[in-house]
Antibody
Framework: QVTLRESGPALVRPTQTLTLTCTFS??????????VGWFRQPPGRALEWLAR???????YYRTSLKTRLTISKDTSKNQVVLTMTDMDPADTATYFCARMTVLVQAYYSDFWGQGTLVTVSS | SYVLTQPPSVSVAPGKTARITCGGDNIATEGVHWYQQKSGQAPVLVIFFDTDRPSGIPDRFSGSNSENTATLTISGVEAGDEADYYCQVWDTSTEQVVFGGGTKLTVL
């Protein structure tokens, strides 16, 4: 059974750094073609992809946020961590992590965490 | 960057067929995936790689992809299908996950 759970602060001050942890079970990031992605959804708005880390440690970032994001993994703990620097109220959103896999270069997310709401406010 | 265009809303009566479109330049060459997101919940994958259904997804959900439009079709719509639906591709040229803007399905 594949599960993912996001954890991190509910409230972040402007200019601070956000650190979110995705703890997963039921699969291994050492397995070929396995990836974990981070996504967010501002209130009332559409889903946005933020970053992806692959089984071979390749990393991909949303172009518009690339300078602020870092994704890393700890396969021994089954965790993926996302940091986002210089937080702004516009970054207020529900943040999700998801298992991603690939079929003929088409990456998709087949299992999602429940999400965690992060509010950026002073 | 690659853009996916969805209608903001689709309405359908119970028992009828809903079709939600996702437009993109030559989208037929991409693998398109569809997610259902009910209010306050995480997204759920309902179609992957244009036409495939994950385990547990009813066969009322089907997908197609041709030329510049991918389509999610929900047959025999039920009240429980009311949700936001998102299409998604992996843009290989920019190495980005791209989502459509989402379509709110209302069951009348």
């Amino acid at each position: 059974q594949v599960t993912l759970r996001e954890s991190g602060p509910a409230l972040v001050r402007p200019t601070q750094t956000l650190t979110l942890t995705c703890t997963f079970s039921g699969f291994s990031l050492n397995t070929d073609k396995m990836c974990v992605g981070w996504f967010r959804q501002p209130p009332g708005r559409a889903l946005e992809w933020l970053a992806r880390i692959d089984w071979d440690d390749d990393r991909y970032y949303r172009t518009s946020l690339k300078t602020r994001l870092t994704i890393s993994k700890d396969t021994s703990k089954n965790q993926v961590v996302l940091t986002m620097t210089d937080m702004d109220p516009a970054d207020t959103a529900t943040y999700f992590c998801a298992r991603m896999t690939v079929l003929v270069q088409a990456y998709y997310s087949d299992f999602w965490g429940q999400g965690t709401l992060v509010t950026v406010s002073s | 960057s690659y853009v996916l265009t969805q209608p903001p809303s689709v309405s359908v009566a119970p028992g009828k067929t809903a079709r939600i479109t996702c437009g993109g330049d030559n989208i037929a060459t991409e693998g398109v995936h569809w997610y259902q997101q009910k209010s306050g919940q995480a997204p759920v994958l309902v179609i992957f790689f244009d036409t495939d259904r994950p385990s547990g997804i009813p066969d009322r959900f089907s997908g197609s992809n041709s030329e510049n439009t991918a389509t999610l079709t929900i047959s025999g719509v039920e009240a429980g299908d009311e949700a936001d639906y998102y299409c998604q591709v992996w843009d290989t040229s920019t190495e980005q996950v791209v989502f459509g803007g989402g379509t709110k399905l209302t069951v009348l």
